[in-house]
């Protein structure tokens, strides 16, 4: 796999100097860039269009807070162990009281839907907060290895939390208007 | 084509074409064959000689059956997409192999050729200027064009000879032509809306280096839309008073009124641009028509066409990460952000002031040449990084899309996908790449399909790993390979509405100037 941080000589970690990386990521542009090669022969416009792919790949992965850290975590070869993830049991549970409600009365999900979508919005949050402190925790150096585990961990909570969204949204769209 | 000698940059209009050259360090427009900075995009194919530029745009009328302008809002498009606007040309254009032709006098081109012809009458006119051969180019198209129509205008410039370096988009090219002017840092929005496309585009500026962030638009929208809706309200005007289709008793006859409407409607614009009111009359057989149009009435009708520029600004701001307030500057471009009405609305949605300082004509093909010139080598200072419109898919499972390339990448760009069998002793696996913002693989552009070979063996054992790329011309390539047998194979990509690469070589040993004929075009 490709080291993204490495072709920006930049440290492995969450925490990324924006600036210092636009800055990084403009000067090798400005090397590498098919611009620079258009009238050469066609292997070097090949390769700098291959090199300059990686470096916008490279660039727009670390730039995204999201990105930059899944990939960190797939650099670092962690992968997440799925019969540890948790699972909002109560919001789950929520979800289920809520849709048959939809069925039932679909005015009353209307109201309970926005203290539904606050409940759904608090969890995020919450992921979000644990994220980066485990995030600062790998940045600093300490228990690398568990804190990486645990972002993998919130990750798929996180995911399973989004599709939950996705579904929210779209059902009270679609059944309750 | 000569691999030295200048490299022009050509900005291929709807309305108007221009080329122009980078000498001491600034650039400047070309001036044509005619003596003129501008070339109408308008070819006329009379019996002893083809015109283009004024002198074609003189037979609009009167040979309005050999007459063909605006083409580029046909160029790189299905029959399909175009049904619903054939009616408003005033020559014929007809279905033919998804794509579509323009019939002139029995003789069939395709809207390439004609493009071709533009580009060649630049060339001979930046020749002319320079004194010395000129086989390379830089020509721009809207940002929002999409894989065919870059691949369309690619074959063009082919065919008309020239070494095509990149195809540039306008809204960036502009920005570089402002951003050289006055070394300014900052974000800056391009609202560029031409005769026939509308593009936005935005932009971080900051040391010599143009980010774009993203771009959005409508090829489908333009000065010609407005053209079209005071045609309209003309001809149901008319035909109140005059039997119209016994007056038009033949096409010719048809053709040359819808010529004659859409050429008053174009006079009247500009007219109304400069003052409130203005007289306009129109004697043709026994019609005659006089009335004064103001402003105000022109601006209702142009309103309900140039609200459709406000959803692309929106999501573009939106896919950049920023707002309006973020913005230092909001730049106009294309003749039509002369009028108010325009500006009026582009204020509405920036909040802001808008900058109209740029010759809204000639700073796309001003900023092309300065991109020449930097692919020249002779300009280390500016660099332009780019991105792709429109997300990049292939058909999956359901007639669903599946998103590998999205929209406002970087590019270049390339994303893999690896393939297998679904059945024992498949010998080949159908790709169908597609291009658009749908779930729906129906609802998006369809780029290419092809197959790729396997060999036979069990379901599942097959692995291809596929690279999708998109250079810096924003155009798709693909590479192949067998992950068993490590055997790379060559992936020819048919575009769906253009010509192949063996289409275009032929066409250029068959010369330009000798149009297919009708029903030789298969032999």
């Known amino acids: 796999?490709?080291?993204?941080?490495?072709?920006?000589?930049?440290?492995?970690?969450?925490?990324?100097?924006?600036?210092?990386?636009?800055?990084?990521?403009?000067?090798?542009?400005?090397?590498?860039?098919?611009?620079?090669?258009?009238?050469?022969?066609?292997?070097?416009?090949?390769?700098?269009?291959?090199?300059?792919?990686?470096?916008?790949?490279?660039?727009?992965?670390?730039?995204?807070?999201?990105?930059?850290?899944?990939?960190?975590?797939?650099?670092?070869?962690?992968?997440?162990?799925?019969?540890?993830?948790?699972?909002?049991?109560?919001?789950?549970?929520?979800?289920?009281?809520?849709?048959?409600?939809?069925?039932?009365?679909?005015?009353?999900?209307?109201?309970?839907?926005?203290?539904?979508?606050?409940?759904?919005?608090?969890?995020?949050?919450?992921?979000?907060?644990?994220?980066?402190?485990?995030?600062?925790?790998?940045?600093?150096?300490?228990l690398q290895k568990i804190a990486l585990e645990k972002i993998a961990l919130l990750l798929d909570t996180q995911s399973y939390l989004k599709s939950l969204e996705r579904d929210f949204t779209r059902k009270m769209k679609h059944e309750v208007s | 084509m000569s691999a030295v000698g200048p490299i022009v940059g050509i900005d291929l209009g709807t309305t108007n074409s221009l080329v122009a050259y980078v000498e001491k360090g600034s650039p400047r427009v070309l001036s044509s064959r005619e003596g003129r900075s501008l070339v109408p995009s308008v070819v006329a194919f009379l019996d002893h000689e083809t015109k283009v530029g004024f002198a074609a745009k003189q037979e609009k009328i009167e040979n309005a059956n050999r007459t063909a302008y605006s083409v580029k809002r046909l160029l790189g498009r299905s029959y399909e997409d175009l049904k619903s606007v054939v009616s408003q040309f005033s020559y014929d254009i007809l279905p033919e192999d998804g794509v579509v032709k323009i019939r002139i006098g029995g003789k069939k081109y395709s809207v390439i050729e004609i493009s071709a012809l533009i580009l060649k009458e630049l060339k001979v006119s930046a020749e002319k200027a320079l004194g010395c051969g000129v086989g390379r180019a830089v020509i721009t198209v809207p940002a929002y064009f999409n894989?065919?129509?870059?691949?369309?205008?690619?074959?063009?410039?082919?065919?008309?000879?020239?070494?095509?370096?990149?195809?540039?988009?306008e809204?960036?090219?502009?920005?570089?032509?402002?951003?050289?002017?006055?070394?300014?840092?900052?974000?800056?929005?391009?609202?560029?809306?031409?005769?026939?496309?509308?593009?936005?585009?935005?932009?971080?500026?900051?040391?010599?280096?143009?980010?774009?962030?993203?771009?959005?638009?409508?090829?489908?929208?333009?000065?010609?839309?407005?053209?079209q809706a005071v045609v309209r309200v003309i001809q149901n005007e008319i035909q109140k008073q005059y039997p119209l289709q016994e007056i038009l008793r033949n096409q010719n006859l048809s053709n040359q009124f819808k010529a004659n409407l859409i050429d008053v409607a174009e006079n009247m614009k500009i007219a109304l641009s400069e003052k409130k009111i203005t007289l306009i009359k129109i004697d043709f057989e026994n019609i005659h028509y006089e009335r004064e149009w103001s402003r105000e009435e022109f601006n209702t009708l142009a309103r309900p066409i140039l609200e459709k520029t406000k959803a692309p600004c929106f999501q573009a701001l939106k896919d950049a990460g920023i707002t309006e307030a973020d913005l230092t500057d909001v730049v106009m471009v294309g003749g039509p952000t002369r009028l108010d009405i325009v500006q009026e609305v582009a204020r509405e949605i920036f909040n802001k002031n808008l900058n109209t300082s740029m010759h809204p004509d000639e700073v796309v093909a001003l900023g092309a040449a300065v991109q020449a010139d930097i692919l020249a080598g002779n300009n280390r200072e500016l660099l332009l990084l780019d991105v792709v419109p429109l997300s990049l898919g292939i058909e999956t499972y359901g007639g669903l899309v599946s998103c590998l390339i999205p929209r406002n990448s970087k590019i270049p760009c390339s994303a893999r996908e690896t393939f297998t069998t679904f059945v024992n002793n498949q010998t080949s696996v159908d790709i169908h790449v597609l291009q658009g913002e749908r779930e729906s693989a129906l609802e998006n552009r369809s780029l290419a399909r092809f197959k790729l070979r396997v060999e036979p063996l069990s379901a599942g054992l097959v692995r291809v790993e596929v690279q999708f790329l998109i250079d810096a011309d924003g155009i798709l390539q693909v590479y192949a390979k067998d992950l068993i047998t490590g055997l790379e194979q060559a992936v020819e990509v048919k575009p769906s509405y253009g010509l192949t690469d063996a289409e275009i070589e032929r066409m250029l040993l068959f010369g330009l100037e000798k149009p297919v004929k009708e029903g030789a075009q298969n032999a």
Request: proline share 3%; aromatic share 10%.
């Open chain 2, 147 to 169: 894989d065919s129509q870059r691949q369309a205008t690619r074959a063009a410039g082919r065919l008309a000879g020239f070494e095509v370096l990149r195809i540039l988009n």
């Open chain 2, 171 to 227: 809204p960036t090219a502009a920005a570089l032509a402002y951003g050289l002017d006055r070394k300014k840092e900052g974000l800056i929005a391009v609202y560029d809306l031409g005769g026939g496309t509308f593009d936005i585009s935005i932009l971080k500026l900051q040391n010599g280096i143009f980010e774009v962030l993203s771009t959005n638009g409508n090829t489908s929208l333009g000065g010609d839309d407005l053209d």
């Open chain 1, 1 to 142: 796999m490709v080291d993204y941080f490495q072709i920006f000589n930049i440290p492995r970690k969450f925490f990324v100097d924006l600036s210092d990386l636009e800055k990084k990521f403009y000067e090798q542009s400005r090397l590498y860039h098919p611009d620079r090669f258009s009238t050469l022969g066609a292997e070097a416009k090949q390769a700098s269009l291959e090199k300059m792919s990686e470096l916008n790949q490279a660039f727009t992965t670390l730039k995204n807070p999201e990105f930059r850290c899944s990939y960190l975590l797939k650099l670092e070869g962690v992968v997440s162990d799925t019969k540890k993830s948790q699972i909002p049991l109560e919001l789950t549970e929520a979800w289920f009281e809520l849709q048959e409600l939809i069925l039932e009365d679909p005015r009353k999900a209307q109201e309970k839907s926005m203290s539904f979508e606050k409940e759904i919005q608090k969890h995020f949050s919450k992921i979000k907060t644990e994220i980066n402190s485990l995030e600062k925790e790998y940045d600093t150096g300490t």
